[in-house]
């Protein structure tokens, strides 16, 4: 009886594991789908069912952000390298389309109280996330645990659990949200760390033709990722920075950004 039980349970948890999979893959290909036919507006609607049936449903898991951990001990790693095939084609379209953590951040984001972060201090604080995912890596493969959970602090958003120190990023996360435009992405998260190396050895995405270029700036200065430069009158977009956004497109009325 205790057999068939445990037998029972196993299988439903099979079943829970898949449904989740199924959900993240059909938000997955949404999004790759809209950015692909340029559907701009369709972004803001993408990311807030991301917050709601990705975040608030399933609790933001399996997470791609764990996943990169979880490959060294559980099947969560499928996630991980389905959202790396994705990035080595498109780029970071899971970042800018489909990801509930950046989404949350983008929806407190105010641009009225914008504080722009010095390009010097910028640069160096970005290093942050390559430390965070070196660490935890080698945690995770020197113990087998998943040691990132501890401290992710929106696992206390979407899951109303976590430790107290996950607790405190969490409320510094969010009130730096307000003012830098998604701070978290920018210097924290380690899967965005990972998929920026990833990235910029990406096949297609957003690439800026020169022909029509004008080195106005403005894409420069809409960027939420601050991954768009202009050096020696060039305007030029840092691919590993890029989640494919599409702003800058939206801002140029010369047509220069575009899915190439």
């Known amino acids: 009886m205790k057999e068939k039980r445990r037998r029972s349970k196993m299988v439903e948890q099979i079943i829970d594991l898949l449904s989740r999979y199924y959900l993240w893959i059909i938000f997955l290909g949404a999004g790759i789908l809209v950015y692909l036919l340029k559907l701009s507006p369709l972004r803001k609607v993408m990311l807030f069912l991301s917050i709601?049936?990705?975040?608030?449903?399933?609790?933001?898991?399996?997470?791609?952000?764990?996943?990169?951990?979880?490959?060294?001990?559980?099947?969560?790693?499928?996630?991980?390298?389905?959202v790396t095939i994705i990035t080595i084609l498109f780029g970071r379209v899971y970042c800018g389309w489909v990801c509930p953590l950046g989404a949350v951040q983008e929806l407190i984001y105010v641009d009225r109280y914008k504080i722009k972060v010095p390009?010097?201090?910028?640069?160096?604080?970005?290093?942050?996330?390559?430390?965070?995912?070196?660490?935890?890596?080698?945690?995770?493969?020197?113990s087998s645990r998943y040691m990132w959970g501890k401290y992710e602090p929106f696992k206390v958003l979407f899951n109303f659990s976590g430790s107290r120190l996950a607790f405190?990023?969490?409320?510094?996360?969010?009130?730096?949200?307000?003012?830098?435009?998604?701070?978290?992405?920018?210097?924290?998260?380690?899967?965005?760390?990972?998929?920026?190396?990833?990235?910029?050895?990406?096949?297609?995405?957003?690439?800026?033709?020169?022909?029509?270029?004008?080195?106005?700036?403005?894409?420069?200065?809409?960027?939420?990722?601050?991954?768009?430069?202009?050096?020696?009158?060039?305007?030029?977009?840092?691919?590993?920075?890029?989640?494919?956004?599409?702003?800058?497109?939206?801002?140029?009325?010369?047509?220069?950004?575009?899915?190439?």
């Open 52 to 82: 709601i049936v990705l975040g608030f449903y399933l609790g933001a898991c399996p997470c791609p952000a764990g996943s990169i951990f979880h490959i060294f001990t559980s099947v969560g790693a499928f996630l991980f390298i389905l």
């Open 119 to 142: 390009k010097r201090l910028d640069r160096y604080l970005r290093y942050i996330r390559f430390v965070i995912l070196g660490i935890f890596l080698y945690l995770t493969i020197i």
């Open 168 to 260: 405190i990023l969490l409320l510094v996360v969010l009130g730096l949200s307000v003012f830098i435009e998604r701070v978290y992405c920018r210097y924290i998260c380690p899967m965005g760390g990972f998929l920026s190396i990833i990235a910029r050895f990406s096949i297609f995405g957003v690439r800026i033709d020169k022909n029509k270029c004008v080195n106005c700036q403005r894409c420069e200065r809409l960027c939420p990722m601050g991954a768009i430069e202009n050096k020696e009158g060039k305007t030029k977009i840092n691919k590993g920075e890029c989640i494919d956004c599409l702003r800058c497109k939206e801002i140029c009325s010369k047509g220069a950004p575009g899915c190439r």
